[in-house]
């Protein structure tokens, strides 16, 4: 198996993927190989000064990179040979099984769904993102922000692919999955929520617990949080901002330590056919080596064809 | 000027209501009477224990309570003898100026809405809710939940109605207005945000600053933060869960401890004719004490009429 890494993505780029690179190693034998795509002069000069391994290693040179604030169409089809660009077109072709950036976040997006495309079945992929929770575990919150607009179906959608997600690479057993709403009973909520509620229900890939509410998504009432893109987008970033207004109040806690979104490394893109991690930009070495892991464990536990194998049924 | 207080909403009626009110009495001399709606029986000698003045105030025999659980209209249509149903029918008929009650919050606004009856111009009255922010100051959330499915209109709305009580209320000159969004620029967001935001950049009744997002909210980026009931419900529970997580952690701190949404009493009725203040089922006396201030205010600064006035404009 082979993961490649965009190691010009990120404001830290490419030290802190080395860095990343070297811890993922340092943890023991990987029956993996890793192809890293960027600027061979900056790549290979820092692999020697880590004293990475180079036997399972390959660099693939990128003569260009596409920066956080280009469009990220525009920049896809104009850099050809951007190491985001190179990276899609090794995934698409089969030379790689799995491709992680901490690069532009839309290019990624847009490569992830062009190049390699959603899974037969899957309308709209979706992106995730981990909820940090009290006793230490986390939580999926499906979507994060990539479909503004949704309809009851992708939110059923969400629901299967976040399920499987958090059953095979974050290890729960059956995942409760929970419906973000306004109100515990059935009925409540806006007409999206309603409808998604009935498809929920009725769903045979997942096991539903209901309704949840706003004060639910930062305890452990439900493995995976379902909600439109929108919401979760504004939930997430007001997560994130709980790390932000602990540090300034100079609170020392654990669980609010926990809410520093740098250390989980890179979030799913799912429902697409192959394993895409897009990083936070300012990922540094513990995130690249947590996204590595992910992908890794992506492919062993061959997410992928389990996802296939459902959307095949025509949920 | 007379404000009518539901003595039996809320967990701890009548009991904190009448603490509530020696408080405001004790804060010194008020060009106020209050109308007490409960039952006599058992306001009358909680009155005398707390040394309350009798000369201001009017006790209104209600035989009837409208629980927590029971359905609005229902409740509202066979009770009539209700602490609720009474306030509404005093308010409507001019028997007093406005009404505060802690008790059912559907049956409250049912009431608001058919007995008193939406501002001229006004589609849908919202429900705002404070938001603390780190400087001390408070912020305010339109809509926390009444509209679950909103139109770009009805944003644009509430803005307004927002607006008008951030700055004769909460004080704030000009106050800001940030439409919560799930990015900053201009064309950002779901469907019902992007027309949002042409409405509200084109609004001359508020200053609005653009979008905010997620991050923004616990912060003092904007005064007025505008969303659908949706988004506002979600976002107001997972603030008020912060509160419970920091307690649970042993977290001290002045700040963190200003999301304990019991403080601040109760959240105004905006767009609805006349001042109708709806507390928390938790309220304590000082919330009560609050939610009388609040009203005071609204009369005062003849709130009702300054909204009037612009929607009369046909905004």
């Given at each position: 198996m082979d993961i490649a890494l965009d190691m010009m993505g990120g404001d830290y780029a490419p030290l802190e993927a080395v860095k990343g690179i070297s811890l993922f190693f340092a943890e023991g034998v990987k029956n993996i190989t890793l192809t890293l795509i960027g600027d061979e002069a900056a790549v290979k000069p820092l692999l020697l000064t880590h004293a990475i391994p180079l036997d399972n290693i390959t660099v693939v040179h990128a003569s260009q990179v596409i920066k956080m604030q280009e469009h990220p169409t525009k920049a896809l089809r104009e850099k050809q040979q951007s190491s985001i660009a190179i990276g899609f077109h090794l995934l698409a072709s089969g030379k790689t099984d799995a491709f992680i950036s901490a690069g532009n976040t839309g290019a990624m997006m847009v490569g992830a769904l062009f190049s390699i495309k959603a899974i037969d079945g899957v309308a709209r992929p979706t992106i995730g993102a981990y909820i940090p929770r009290e006793n230490g575990t986390l939580g999926l919150l499906v979507d994060a922000g990539i479909n503004a607009d949704c309809k009851p179906e992708n939110l059923a959608q969400f629901a299967i692919l976040g399920s499987l997600y958090a059953e095979h690479i974050l290890g729960y057993q059956h995942p409760k999955v929970g419906l973000i709403n306004?109100?515990?009973?059935?009925?409540?909520?806006?007409l999206l929520a309603q409808a998604a509620y009935t498809l929920l229900k009725e769903s045979k890939h997942i096991n539903f617990i209901g309704n949840i509410e706003g004060r639910d998504i930062?305890?452990?009432?439900?493995?995976v949080m379902v909600c439109d893109g929108f919401t979760g987008n504004v939930v997430l970033k007001m997560a994130e901002s709980i790390y932000d207004l602990a540090q300034r109040r100079g609170i020392q806690d654990e669980h609010f330590d926990r809410f520093n979104f740098e250390m989980y490394g890179g979030v799913p893109v799912l429902g697409v056919a192959k394993p895409v991690i897009i990083g936070h930009g300012i990922s540094k070495d513990f995130a690249f080596k947590n996204m590595i892991l992910i992908a890794q464990r992506m492919l062993e536990k061959e997410l992928m064809q389990k996802m296939k194998d459902v959307f095949v049924q025509k949920v």
């Open positions: 306004i109100g515990e009973e059935e009925g409540k909520g806006n930062l305890l452990d009432k439900s493995d």
